[in-house]
């Protein structure tokens, strides 16, 4: 067994349809230009690289070379169809475990790395481009917000293994002085702090979420299934909009909407 995730590069294997990657972006990257239902899409993946000259990033971290290199493969898209009537849309498949911790990545400024993919991302939502992410593994902390979090609509698999969080579950419990026992506890009863997708819905975030025979290595009857998730998320941006208050409206969320009313009424 792999010490790192698949399921990132599986999942853009399956919905690339075998489409050669392009070439001039980081090995750590997967990105394709493909269709679905004859719409044109640009699948865009992180993926592990046990070869990338930044260690911290050989698991499937988002680092510096990501971070760019997610930036540049974005703005290709905005600049190719800046005067087309019809944006094509992103697909970012999602299966990340973390940002790049290292005094590397922090001395030569990940922050900016990270800002510049989530500007991208924010622009081609803005300029009209569906973006939506498939949530097909870990979606955790800097590395989802430079990669994913921009989506207009955002799809999860159900499974344990597709999880949302600032941080790892020990990370947190140390950082909480907690067990990872007593953070559990927690978490069952304060959806922020919890780690599985029902808690992450409820927050409103999830426009979607849907189950797979095998979502390791995708059968062609989940592919199918999740082809088709994807073009009715596209067809409901397009309908819809490009903001995001559709996130807004949970029962979860109730506080957090009331106080953004008060801030415009003030404003």
Known sequence: MSAYSLRGLNWFNALSGG?????????????????????????????ADPENRFPRARQGEVGLLEGWGLAKAVDEVIDADRDQPHKRALIAIVDVPSQAYGRREEALGIHQALAAAADSYARARLAGHPVIALLVGKAMSGAFLAHGYQA????????PGVMVHAMGKASAARVTLRSVEELEALAASVPPMAYDIDSYAGLGLLWESLSVRQIEQPT???????????????????????????????ANRAASSRVRQLLREQW
């Open 19 to 47: 489409v050669g990657p392009l070439t001039g972006l980081p090995p750590s990257l997967r990105v394709a230009d493909g269709e679905l239902a004859g719409q044109p899409v640009r699948f865009i993946a992180v993926v």
């Open 152 to 159: 207009n609509r955002l799809i999860a698999l159900r499974d």
């Open 220 to 250: 062609a009857e989940d592919r199918v299934a999740v082809e088709e998730c994807l073009l009715a998320a596209i067809v409901d941006v397009r309908a819809k909009g490009v903001d995001l208050s559709g996130r807004l409206g949970a």
